[in-house]
């Protein structure tokens, strides 16, 4: 059987097995809807809880961001699990024996406000729906990949098929489904996982194999971090050990990924379906068992992907140094059936090599700066040549060019860009000949570079699919309550019927599935750049005005408006300052440059800062206001002790 | 709800629970893995040092092993305040 039909076999058995689920589980009552009556028990929550926490950034990207990253993206495994932490100790148990369903209507009771709660909204709206982009454009880029069709034609499978579980089956649907999807997509992250462990280090728990021993090294003692760092620094890259260059920052982007992970509204709804608050608590640790399972393995696949990725070009590395053997033949990769993974990716372009210098040989290695510098100045002046019009001045082109050409030979003579002890001329070489090795191979290709079976290579992509959808259907189930629920039922129509609530609920949903879907067609570059503003938001806006509802009886309304106002709009337009105001390409006031960033903090790092400005608003504006009436100071008083939480519903 | 001086001190112990666990969830992170990494940098640990490990791997584990401490100590109190559900 080949390839295709195998994915299609286990990715249409996938998602036969989501709309049963969704069938048998579907809601029928608001409450059912939005948090499946209350009454999933926590284990099983804190496995949906995992599914819809893990994205497609998650499982497809995470690691291949860790294993070009090093340590300096140790963040996202410390920042997406520490979050937990928070969401147990400082607000699931509270929110839950408040009882009601959204986010917004916590922060409109405990601040007595309707506008609080429309603020609340619109911060839960621009968080929201800048992730369920990045998912739906995730569902496409894995359709296109495995199933052969276009990314818009993937990414219009995937709409029909969320809309299909999510809109009839509400937070109970999703709930079932979530379930299965943490299963399929558990299961295809740690299979490859445990081959590649086993072949490279001999330890079959990949948590084991990051500290174990190299299996191919003679020498019993040699570890694999070791050999890692070994190898690619022999190539120029930094160790994948090697320490952080902004200490401060690191520390800022964890606390963001942090806090930004405890506000985000999507994971925070979970916790109101458990029955009882003493749940709510254990359930956020069995959430983080379902996801540690995947986070603990990830810098292990990342680590050793990236390891087998530079020996399959460099085989002398395998037991020695990268140069005792040539790199690889561009004729071994065409015959080669074992390489054939190559020339498939090479055709999506996210690995691309180039027999730059002719010799038939791809070498893979890292650029100096300067000479990257001195490649892309000479690419430029040909281009500049190629393009211009008939009267330009070409004679002034070509020297350009010619200047360019000496400059580039001086940076391949120059023995401070050469590679392994010699200059680059001296060797023949012109530059990197792999030239795009993107993040997403690291998991999406992992299995044909171990050389692993058929099956598993279906497997990832069922599991880079239920990653995806997962995490959309619980984003786009937070957006609809949000405007079904606060936004109709709370401020627009007060005394619609439940069956009209409802209908409203699901028509939301429909209309978030298809601007999500439409906003999904632009580049997908632009999804990258806002999840940072996703965490930087909630970090800033909805984290702090939780917290301080549950643990301030002084902060008043005032309070909590300027505070979510202050925290929103200083972190968007930092972000904005430095990646273009509203994304758009060009707006930027500053370059995204280490060096040009204010204090060393990088956008992605500012939502600790925006958090504080929050709070630190919110107490001042509420030391100058009227303190909260007292059937507010009730309401405290109540979420603060979890006896009297409403009690559980037959499910 | 259980009568005033019951909860507030109910309260005041959920609060040093809460300040302890805090402490640990950032000593075992921000601390281990990444202030105090080059001041630990002489402790290996299969290939790596003390605080690269604490940063990949050994963050989660702590992480996990408190929530489930607090959830724990949390039920214990509530049951010592008259308070559970």
């Known amino acids: ?651 | 709800m259980a009568d005033k001086t019951s909860s507030n001190a109910y309260w005041a112990a959920n609060i040093r629970v809460i300040t302890i666990s805090m402490v640990i969830w950032f000593v075992c992170s921000f601390g281990l893995g990444i202030i105090l990494r080059p001041a630990l940098s002489g402790i290996s640990i299969g290939g790596a040092d003390l605080g690269f490990w604490f940063a990949q791997n050994g963050s989660i584990y702590v992480f996990l092993v408190l929530i489930f401490a607090y959830a724990a100590k949390m039920n214990k109190l509530d049951k010592e305040h008259g308070v559970q559900e």
């Open chain 1, 1 to 651: 059987m080949d390839q295709f039909t195998l994915n299609l076999i286990v990715v249409g058995a996938s998602f036969a097995l989501y709309f049963g689920i969704a069938f048998w589980a579907r809601a029928g009552s608001t409450s059912e809807f939005y948090a499946a009556s209350q009454g999933v028990p926590p284990v099983m929550n804190g496995m949906a809880t995992a599914a819809d926490w893990m994205s497609a950034a998650s499982f497809i990207s995470m690691a291949g961001l860790i294993a070009f990253g090093g340590y300096n993206n140790s963040v996202f495994l410390m920042g997406w699990t520490g979050g937990y932490v928070l969401l147990a100790l400082l607000l699931a148990p509270y929110l839950r024996k408040f009882g009601k369903f959204t986010v917004p209507e916590f922060v409109g009771d405990r601040f007595y406000s309707t506008s609080a709660r429309m603020v609340a909204v619109i911060c839960l709206l621009v968080i929201s729906i800048t992730y369920v982009i990045g998912q739906m454009v995730g569902v496409g880029v894995t359709f296109a990949r495995f199933l052969e069709v276009s990314t818009t034609t993937g990414l219009l499978i995937g709409s029909a098929v969320v809309f299909a579980y999510a809109v009839f089956g509400g937070m109970k649907g999703i709930t079932y489904t979530q379930v299965a999807q943490y299963v399929v997509l558990i299961i295809a992250y740690t299979i490859p996982a445990l081959f590649i462990s086993l072949q490279l280090t001999g330890n079959f728990l990949p948590q084991l194999g990051l500290i174990g021993g190299y299996a191919p090294s003679s020498t019993p003692d040699d570890f694999f971090l070791h050999k890692l760092d070994q190898v690619v620094t022999e190539l120029g890259f930094a160790a994948y050990t090697a320490d952080t260059p902004n200490m401060f920052n690191m520390f800022l982007v964890t606390m963001s990924l942090m806090i930004g992970t405890a506000g985000l509204p999507h994971v925070i709804i979970r916790f109101f379906t458990v029955p009882k608050v003493s749940d709510a608590r254990s359930s956020a640790g069995w959430a983080l068992v379902f996801i540690a399972l995947l986070y603990t393995v990830a810098p292990a696949v990342g680590s050793m992907a990236r390891l087998n990725i530079t020996t399959t070009f460099w085989p002398g590395a395998i037991e020695g140094s990268a140069f005792d053997k040539p790199a690889l033949s561009v004729e071994e990769i065409n015959t080669n059936p074992e390489l054939s993974w190559i020339l498939n990716w090479q055709k999506t372009g996210l690995l691309v090599f180039e027999d730059k210098n002719g010799d038939g040989l791809i070498q893979y290695f890292n650029e100096k700066p300067a000479l990257a510098a001195a490649n892309k100045a000479l690419a430029d002046a040909n281009k500049a040549l190629a393009e211009a019009p008939a009267d330009a001045d070409k004679a002034a082109l070509e020297a350009k060019v010619t200047e360019a050409k000496a400059a580039l030979d001086a940076a391949l003579a120059d023995p401070a860009n050469g590679l392994n002890g010699k200059s680059l001329a001296e060797q023949g070489l012109v530059g990197n000949e792999l030239t795009t090795v993107n993040n997403d191979i690291m998991v999406l290709a992992n299995p044909e570079i171990a050389k692993l079976p058929g099956w598993v290579i279906a497997l990832v992509a069922a599991g880079a699919l239920a990653a995806a959808l997962s995490t959309a259907a619980g984003l786009l189930l937070a957006i609809s309550s949000a405007i079904s629920h606060d936004l109709i039922k709370g401020a627009l129509k007060p005394d619609i019927s439940e069956k009209g609530e409802l209908l409203w609920a699901r028509i939301s949903m429909a209309f978030a599935i298809v601007l999500a879907t439409w906003l999904g067609l632009d580049p997908p570059g632009f999804a990258a750049q806002v999840v940072a503003l996703a965490f930087g938001l909630a970090a800033a806006t909805i984290f702090p005005v939780l917290m301080m509802g549950i643990f301030s009886t002084r902060v008043t309304k005032e309070g909590a408006i300027a505070g979510m106002l202050v925290g929103l709009i200083t972190t968007s337009v930092y972000i904005f300052l430095y990646l273009g105001w509203f994304f758009v390409p060009g707006t930027n006031m500053f370059p995204n440059t280490p060096d040009a960033h204010f204090l060393g903090i990088s956008p992605a790092a500012f939502g600790p800062i925006g958090a504080l400005l929050n709070f630190a608003v919110a107490y001042i504006v509420s030391g100058m206001t009227k303190a909260p009436p007292q059937d507010v100071q009730d309401l405290i008083q109540s979420i603060r002790v979890p006896k009297g939480a409403g009690a559980a519903q037959a499910h």
